[in-house]
């Protein structure tokens, strides 16, 4: 299935030239394949996904080539090699080099890639909305499957409150609620953007079903993540329409608003109440839990130690794992891609984090042409600090954040000039 795939958006994107950023649709594509086709077992290896994405913009760049203005984003891909060379002196023997470096760097290559692509890049909206749907079809697909291969929610109860595998095809539900929050999200944005009952109302479906999928992961990530982007995307939409515009977007907002209620209801129905008490951070059981960032922050808080005790190199790239198991006794890999490039890369890491923070919010700034912005960066930040970048999804869609949206061009009128 993979390999199909492949074939066919390389044959697609080297036919058209990339003409109309094909090449930002395959990887759209592949970015919302990932989960599914490692749930199924059709990747070659753990990242052929990331990979599958790098490669795509690159044959699209030798096309379209990119900015003049993304030389910082050449130095944050710069930032993240002296990491690999510390890291062939201080991992441990017994770790695979290879694997180690590709684990780990893997995503942040991928997310260079993209905003080398994507920065200051011209794309129509009916373009930009071809990738989105690109990337929203794998979504939904693999929503579908969710639902002919996993128990009934009654037969998956016995994990309590915790991340339940079983109602996430036997993968990690942190990933499956990421994908699925943001396919909801993508949903979302079409109900407001597309002027077409049919679609409005198929629309609404799916967004309910990616939802409910998204919530009975039992993981709160994604769904958190979603929330935030709807808001963020709906508050700036709405602030820039008229009076009249404004009016109608208020019963969408409404039923949107109903249908999400219902989706929750049902959800804790469905679940005898453990939904509503995973929200409220409770267990099984009804008690208040602890911590409600389920061991993340001890997880944060050894990546700042290894940046404290190493601050201007760092531990070096995948050390973080055995600097844990020495420390606490446990080889936990990171959670927070903020934290781990801090670990790993000491003050060039704090570098690439300030570049990745503050040269979209400079391009918004000078801009704000993008509805999508706010959300979309939303989704980066909350992601890589609940699941890191174990999947290429917050990379592709940084770089869609730092897309420039234009309206699409229209045929000129030829009229013929009056004669005396």
């Not at 404004?246 to 249908?259: D, H, R």
């Not at 760092?314 to 600097?323: C, L, N, P, S, T």
């Not at 993008?370 to 917050?394: G, K």
Request: with cysteine.
């Amino acid at each position: 299935m993979l390999f199909g795939t492949l074939i066919f958006w390389l044959f697609f994107v080297i036919v058209n030239q990339n003409k109309n950023n094909e090449a930002l649709m395959a990887a759209g594509y592949i970015a919302g394949a990932e989960v599914f086709y490692r749930m199924t077992g059709s990747m070659v290896f753990y990242e052929t996904g990331k990979y599958s994405v790098i490669i795509f913009l690159l044959i699209g760049m030798l096309y379209k080539g990119t900015s003049s203005k993304t030389v910082t984003y050449w130095i944050y891909l710069l930032i993240l090699f002296p990491g690999v060379v510390i890291a062939s002196f201080t991992l441990d023997y017994d770790v695979v080099f290879r694997k180690a470096i590709a684990f780990n760097l893997s995503g942040p290559v991928c997310l260079g890639i993209s905003a080398l692509y994507c920065y200051y890049k011209k794309i129509t909206k009916t373009q930009f909305s071809y990738v989105l749907l690109m990337l929203l079809l794998p979504l939904i697909a693999n929503m579908a499957y969710l639902f002919f291969y996993t128990p009934s929610l009654g037969e998956a109860l016995m994990y309590g409150t915790n991340s339940n595998f079983a109602t996430s095809g036997g993968y990690g539900p942190n990933q499956i609620s990421t994908v699925m929050g943001l396919g909801a999200f993508i949903l979302f944005t079409r109900l407001i953007l597309i002027k077409d009952k049919v679609i409005n109302l198929l629309d609404l479906i799916l967004f309910g079903l990616l939802t409910y999928r998204a919530l009975i992961t039992f993981s709160r990530g994604g769904v958190i993540t979603a929330i935030f982007c709807i808001i963020a995307f709906a508050l700036f939409y709405y602030y820039k329409q008229n009076r009249r515009e404004q009016a109608n977007l208020i019963f969408k907002f409404i039923l949107f608003a109903a249908v999400l209620t219902g989706t929750w209801v049902y959800s804790i129905i469905n679940s005898e109440g453990l939904i509503f008490n995973r929200y409220t951070n409770r267990d099984a059981a009804g008690k208040l839990e602890d911590d409600i960032t389920t061991g993340r922050t001890d997880l944060i808080i050894t990546e700042l130690q290894g940046f404290y005790h190493n601050p201007i190199i760092g531990i070096g790239v995948g050390k973080g794992k055995g600097m844990r198991s020495d420390l606490t006794g446990t080889a936990t890999a990171s959670h927070n891609e903020i934290s781990r490039l801090l670990s790993e890369h000491g003050l060039l890491g704090l570098t690439a984090v300030l570049i990745l923070i503050f040269v979209p919010i400079v391009f918004w700034v000078k801009f704000k042409n993008n509805y999508y912005f706010l959300a979309f960066l939303a989704f980066w930040f909350l992601t890589i600090n609940h699941s890191a970048m174990r999947i290429a999804l917050p990379a592709f869609v940084y770089g869609l954040a730092l897309l420039y949206i234009v309206d699409d061009k229209k045929n000129p009128v030829h009229r013929k000039r009056l004669t005396n």
